[in-house]
C-alpha cells in the first residue's frame, strides 16, 4: 500500500515450483505462491493490479464479488491477454462497497477451470469499518487439485469436465491438512473462500461454538449459531469460532450435489468426507470475548419495487453430431461473447426467477452486482442474504432479486462450476 486509498501490485501469473504434502509439485500461481497475495482494501480505495502473463495460454483477472465497472480496464471478463503480454487493471471501489472477502482468479473463457485448478487465485478482503473483537483474524482459501505421477497438475478429461472436475487433495492456502493452534476461550475469525473448481464444501468444526456472521458480501445483523455451513463453488463464509480445550477437525462433509442422470454416465462427486484442517486448542484460558455490535439492517429489496421479471433456464442436455458430449445451456443458448442476452436498465430493481432443468446443482453467478436470494425451491428465507453465488439444486430453482445500481456495461453471469462455464454454461448482461 503506497498510501491510503490506493493499492497498487503486479501480478505474474506463471508455472512455479510448491512443496505440497511433502511432494514438489508444479503449479501455476500469482507471484510464486499459492494462493496469491492477500489484497487488502477499503471502500472508497483504487485499485491498479498491472498482470503479466507469463504462462503458456491466453489469462485475464476477474475480482469476483466487488461491486465496481464492468467496463473498460475495470472487472471486464472480455479483455485477453497474450502469453507474454501484461495489462493494467484500474478498479474504483465506491465509497459505500459493502466490507467482507471477496477473490481473484482468471476469467478467460474455456480457460478457466484449467487456470484456477492449477493455482491462480487469491483473496482480497474489503476492511470492516468497525472491526469485530477477536483474538485473531485467519483466512482460509480452501482450493483442490489432482497431481501426476511427476507432480504435474492434472488435466481433466471430458466426462471430468462434464461431472465438473475434483481434484483429490484439497489444501487450506496451498497446504494438505494444515493445524491451527489457539488458547482456550479465544475467540477467532475466519473468513473462508471455496476456490475448488467444482467442489462443495459443507463444513464442520464439531465441538467448537461456531457463529456464522455473513456469507459472499451479505453481513447478518447478530451471528448466527450453525452447525454447518455449505459452500457453493465461489461463496465465502464469515465465522467467529469460539474455542473450547481439546483438538477439533475443521471437515468437508459429504454433499450429493447430482449426477448427470445416466446421459453420460458420469456421476458428480464430493462423496468422500475431507479433513481440511486441525485445531488444536490449549494453553491458559483467555478471557472471554466482548459481545459482537449489532449490524445495521441490509438492504432489503422485498420493499421495493420490482422494474422488470424474468427467468433463466439452465439446462443440459445431449449435443449434437457424432462425438456427442453434452450442451451447458443458459436459455438455451452456449455462450457467445458476441451476443448480449440481458439488457437491464440502470437503476432498476430485477427479479430473476433461476431454474434447473437438470439433474445436478449448478451454482449460479453474477458479476459485478450481488443478488438477494428471496426464495430456494419456493421456499422463501425469512432474511434474504445477500450474495453472489446462489445456489440451484438438482431440478430446483431459486428467485433472487438485483438492484441495478451505479454501473452501466457488459458482463457475465454463469455457472460456478468453473468446468460448465468453460462448457457454454455462460451468458452476458447488459446494463444501459
Ligand atoms: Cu468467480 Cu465469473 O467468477
Ligand atoms: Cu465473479
Ligand atoms: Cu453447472
Redesign the pocket.
Known amino acids: 500500500r503506497s498510501r491510503a486509498g490506493l493499492l497498487e501490485l503486479r501480478l505474474d501469473a506463471a508455472a512455479g515450483r510448491t512443496q505440497i504434502g511433502g511432494r514438489t509439485a508444479t503449479t501455476l500461481g500469482y507471484n510464486g505462491g499459492l494462493p496469491g497475495p492477500t489484497l487488502r482494501l477499503r471502500a472508497g480505495d483504487r485499485l491498479r493490479v498491472s498482470l503479466r502473463n507469463g504462462l503458456t495460454d491466453p489469462t485475464n483477472l476477474?475480482v469476483?464479488?466487488l461491486h465496481v465497472s464492468p467496463e473498460g480496464n475495470a472487472d471486464n471478463p472480455f479483455v485477453m491477454i497474450d502469453p507474454g503480454a501484461s495489462f493494467d487493471y484500474d478498479y474504483l471501489l465506491p465509497q459505500d462497497h459493502p466490507p467482507g472477502l471477496y477473490w481473484y482468479h482468471p476469467h478467460h473463457h474455456g480457460l478457466v477451470a484449467d487456470q484456477v485448478f492449477g493455482g491462480l487465485y487469491g483473496a482480497i478482503v474489503v476492511e470492516d469499518p468497525d472491526p469485530v473483537d477477536v483474538a485473531r483474524e485467519r483466512l482460509l482459501i480452501i482450493s483442490d487439485l489432482t497431481l501426476d505421477g511427476s507432480g504435474r497438475v492434472a488435466s481433466a478429461g471430458r466426462a471430468e469436465r462434464m461431472a465438473g472436475r475434483e481434484g483429490e487433495l484439497v489444501l487450506v492456502n496451498g497446504q494438505l491438512n494444515p493445524t491451527l493452534g489457539i488458547r482456550p476461550g479465544e475467540r477467532e475469525r475466519w473468513r473462508i473462500v471455496n476456490a475448488c473448481v467444482s467442489r462443495y464444501l459443507r463444513l464442520r468444526l464439531d465441538g467448537q461454538a461456531v457463529q456464522l456472521l455473513g456469507l459472499d458480501s451479505g453481513r447478518f445483523e447478530t451471528p448466527q449459531d450453525v452447525a454447518e455451513v455449505l459452500l457453493a463453488p465461489?461463496n465465502r463464509a464469515d465465522l467467529l469460532v469460539t474455542a473450547a480445550e481439546g483438538t477439533a477437525v475443521l471437515r468437508a462433509l459429504p454433499y450429493d450435489r447430482g449426477s448427470m442422470g445416466g446421459m453420460m454416465g458420469g456421476t458428480a462427486r464430493s462423496t468422500a468426507e475431507v479433513s481440511l484442517a486441525t485445531v488444536t486448542v490449549s494453553g491458559e484460558a483467555a478471557a472471554a470475548a466482548s459481545v459482537v455490535p449489532r449490524r445495521p439492517a441490509a438492504r432489503d429489496l422485498r420493499a421495493e419495487p420490482v422494474t422488470a421479471r424474468r427467468e433463466l433456464i439452465l439446462s443440459m442436455g445431449m449435443g449434437g453430431g457424432m462425438g456427442g458430449g453434452m450442451n451447458f445451456t443458459i436459455n438455451g443458448e452456449s455462450f457467445d461473447a458476441g451476443r448480449v442476452d440481458t439488457t437491464v436498465q440502470g437503476g432498476s430493481v430485477e427479479e430473476w426467477l433461476l431454474t434447473n432443468t437438470s439433474p445436478m446443482d449448478h451454482p449460479f453467478?453474477l458479476?459485478v452486482w450481488p443478488m438477494q436470494l428471496l426464495e430456494t425451491n419456493g421456499r422463501a428465507a425469512d432474511s434474504p442474504p445477500w450474495q453472489?453465488v446462489v445456489n440451484l439444486p438438482a431440478r430446483g430453482s431459486a428467485r433472487v432479486r438485483i438492484a441495478f445500481d451505479d454501473f452501466t456495461g457488459r458482463t457475465v453471469y454463469h455457472c460456478h462450476i468453473l468446468d460448465h462455464e468453460d462448457l457454454g454454461m455462460m451468458g452476458v448482461v447488459e446494463a444501459r
Open positions: 476477474h469476483h464479488g465461489g453467478h458479476h453472489d
